[in-house]
């Protein structure tokens, strides 16, 4: 069965430094989105992506974060400078058709910042 | 702001017994609703997916609910089993690119 891929599965990292998160989403899937899930906490929304740009963003998603598809396959997350509060579970997810199809997610990076 | 509430947190049950497991919404203008689940540590799984047209959704031993107007969705497991052990999350789709979640119910079945 398809999965949505993503690496690093653990990143450790100190205040202030970037951190990139990669995804590779199922090939024929044409929405990809950033969820993410601090310890003990609900899921949440971040970004959704389309057809090169973004769709749709939450308030958590200001300046610090950037998201691109560099090539074909990869989807990123960037964060310029973390802060200790991005210490979450980042969790990619695709589909084809939103609303229509299930929400396909990947096994999710965590991230620690130090 | 939709908001999406799951109880109860947390559930206890001896093998073999069913579980029901509920969810609620607060803006019923709702696409659909999924219900994932959640190993310790690990990614979301997809179980199952109701349109907001659909009354209910079946997969196996999993059946869920769904009274869009009451703002409400139940997940029925029958005869639970210690595999069934994980945390299950609903979550809402109002056709705007982006899910709202319920902070899950944690699921454990004793052998």
Same mark, same amino acid.
Request: glycine share 8%; with cysteine; hydrophobic share 35%.
């Given at each position: 069965e398809p999965e949505v891929t993503q690496t690093p599965s653990h990143q450790v990292t100190?205040?202030?430094?970037?951190?990139? =998160?990669?995804? @590779?989403?199922?090939?024929?899937? =044409?929405?990809f989105y950033w *969820? !993410?899930?601090?310890? +003990?906490?609900? @899921? $949440?929304?971040?970004?959704s992506f389309y057809n090169n740009e973004i769709s749709e963003k939450s308030e958590i998603f200001d300046d610090q974060f950037s998201v691109e598809r560099p090539d074909g396959s990869n989807f990123t997350l960037k964060i310029r400078s973390t802060k200790l509060e991005d210490s979450a579970?980042?969790?990619? %997810?695709?589909? !084809? @058709?939103? +609303? %229509?199809? @299930?929400? #396909?997610? +990947? %096994? +999710?990076?965590r991230l620690t910042v130090l | 702001k939709q908001e999406v509430t799951q109880i109860p947190a947390a559930l206890s049950?001896? $093998?073999?017994?069913?579980?029901?497991?509920?969810?609620?919404? #607060?803006?019923?203008?709702? *696409?659909? =609703?999924?219900?994932?689940?959640?190993d310790p540590g690990k990614g979301l799984t997809s179980l199952l997916l109701?349109?907001?047209?659909? !009354? $209910?959704?079946?997969?196996? !031993?999993?059946n %869920?609910?769904?009274?869009?107007?009451?703002?409400?969705? #139940? =997940? *029925?497991?029958a005869a639970s089993q210690p595999g069934d052990s994980a945390t299950y999350l609903c979550a809402v789709d109002r056709n705007d690119y982006k899910l709202s979640f319920g902070a899950g119910t944690t699921v454990t079945v004793r052998a």
């Open positions: 100190q205040m202030g430094q970037e951190v990139i =998160l990669r995804c @590779v989403p199922i090939s024929n899937h =044409l929405y *969820y !993410r899930q601090i310890l +003990g906490q609900k @899921v $949440e929304f971040l970004v579970m980042y969790f990619c %997810a695709s589909n !084809r @058709v939103p +609303g %229509a199809n @299930v929400l #396909t997610f +990947g %096994a +999710g990076s | 049950v001896p $093998e073999g017994e069913n579980l029901v497991l509920n969810c609620s919404f #607060t803006d019923s203008a709702i *696409y659909n =609703l999924q219900w994932f689940r959640q109701i349109q907001s047209s659909q !009354r $209910e959704q079946t997969s196996g !031993r999993l %869920a609910s769904l009274d869009k107007s009451s703002g409400r969705s #139940t =997940l *029925y497991i």
